[in-house]
């Protein structure tokens, strides 16, 4: 017979940092020209929204995709912007070699971006900008150690290059309700705090892993559309922890969905208490599951339970080469 002694049983979930950033975004063309050819990440998948076949799902990333360096987007050509606000994760930051904003500067103008002008946070310099659909994206230079390695591209050296995430900023009403979630179950712990903003990060701590929670009144209730984040997900090792944080999520009363089969990682979602959309996101099997590494993200991947369909989906989906 079973039997269960509660007190034997972890009450933390295993999180390892963030996994993957999603976000809606409008003319699919314009997103990979973006995100490709102007930042220099590489394109590691092209696959349709599973819930809607007839739309892409384009994910970004180094060299393979690492957890950590994963940025996704349903792009809808012709979609309504949406405006970036409180209940959002507001803004995704990447990381990005010391020295480097002055190229970023220039580069991100040529490509008729307008960055703002970097700014201090908790000792780091951050430049601001947006993307083509308005998301709002930060680069970020920390003194912490990254050895994370970008992705090569014939204009932007190994010295500039994008290396992951850094940290990704939650924009909250009143920030003790998501900080009792992040702190809790989640395991995360406060480091650096300035007015209106406090970070946070969980084990294994450094650029990757950082979630900060802003409580900015200027800002207005963020409306889903074009250049806003639908969802960020958390790193768990693998489906055994992923179902014990299944478990514990629940056993507080979080409503968290089954577990879903995303071919890449396997995902569980759950709202936190501020509004935003979390999931947490399995490191197994990866995106060489159904292409190898040196052709990642050139040929239209489906599901399984979609590849029947595949003359009809391909013939509706628009190209991605100009
Ligand atoms: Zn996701």
Redesign the pocket.
Known sequence: MLSVNPSALSSTLTLTGL??V?AIAGDPRRNVDFYTRVLGLRLIKRSVNFDDPSTYHLYYGDSVGTPGSVL?FFPWAGIRRGRPGHGQAYATAFSVPAGSLPFWTTRLLAHGVAPATPIDRFGDKVLGFTDPDGLVLELVTTSEPDTRTAHAHPEISAAHGIRGFHSVTLAVTSAAPTAALLTGPMGYRATQSSPGRTRYTVAAAGPGSYIDLLVDSALLRGLAGAGTV????FRTPNDTTQSEARRILSGLGHHVSPVMD?NYFH?I?YREPKGVLF?I?TDNPGFTVDEPLATLGTALKLPAHYESQRAKIEAHLPSLTP
């Open positions: 996994h993957h999603t996704t639908h969802h960020l997900a995303r995902s979602y999931e996101a």
